[in-house]
């Protein structure tokens, strides 16, 4: 096996990981994290078809980040748990902030402006 599909595969796990995990942890720690509509936002991004595939592989890194249990700091640590993934997740959207288009931002606060019994839209 080479290493390009071993990396593909990779992108794979962590695209299905992001897809299956992203709402659940987003509901749960939304109120608690200040950057919550920008996470959503790039999320749409992320799945959204239009999006260039680099913009999109690095959006679901982060995304992935912060959706797997395994972290610099684990989340579970009062104060500290999510500054490595605002870390992450905020310097990924810097990066590609121009390809988070107001569609993506309108999804996202459509998504945390709903009540909780209400699914987020999906991309």
């Given at each position: 096996m080479s290493e390009h599909s071993t990396s593909w595969e990779h992108a794979a796990r962590n695209e299905a990981e992001v897809r299956r995990g992203f709402w659940r942890k987003a509901a749960r720690v939304a109120t608690r994290l200040p950057f919550a509509e920008d996470l959503a936002a790039a999320y749409?991004?992320?799945?959204?078809?239009e999006?260039?595939?680099h913009v999109r592989a690095g959006l679901i890194g982060a995304l992935a980040y912060f959706v797997l249990p395994f972290d610099a700091i684990p989340d579970v640590v009062v104060g500290l748990g999510y500054t490595d993934d605002a870390a992450v997740l905020i310097g990924a959207i810097k990066l590609v902030s121009s390809h988070i288009l107001p569609k993506h931002r309108a999804a996202a606060r459509q998504a945390f402006g709903g009540s909780a019994e209400n699914s987020p839209p999906q991309p």
């Open positions: 749409y991004c992320a799945f959204d078809r999006t260039p595939t």
